[in-house]
């Protein structure tokens, strides 16, 4: 009876806990994602302020410092 072996002699690796739960190579953490996310909306907002009129800007401006104190 086979217990779980590949069938070519090889003793299965285990792998640490650490290694278990880590992403695989290549693949963001979720922390990174979110980094990654939070400079890709602010690269969009920049690059959409521009765009607006300067009322829009300083309506948008005072809502925000209201916000953050």
């Known amino acids: ?3 779980g072996g590949s069938g070519t002699g090889e003793i299965p690796q285990t792998q640490s806990v650490e290694e278990a739960h880590r992403p695989p190579r290549g693949s963001l953490s979720s922390l990174e ?3 990654t996310d939070s400079i890709k909306e602010q690269q969009f907002i ?3 302020w521009v765009f607006l009129p300067k009322e829009n800007q300083n309506v948008i401006a005072g ?3 209201s916000v953050h104190n």
Do not use: E, T
Request: overall charge positive; glycine content about 0%; charged content about 15%.
């Open 33 to 35: 994602r979110k980094s």
């Open 63 to 65: 809502f925000l410092y």
């Open 1 to 3: 009876m086979s217990c």
């Open 46 to 48: 920049q690059s959409v």
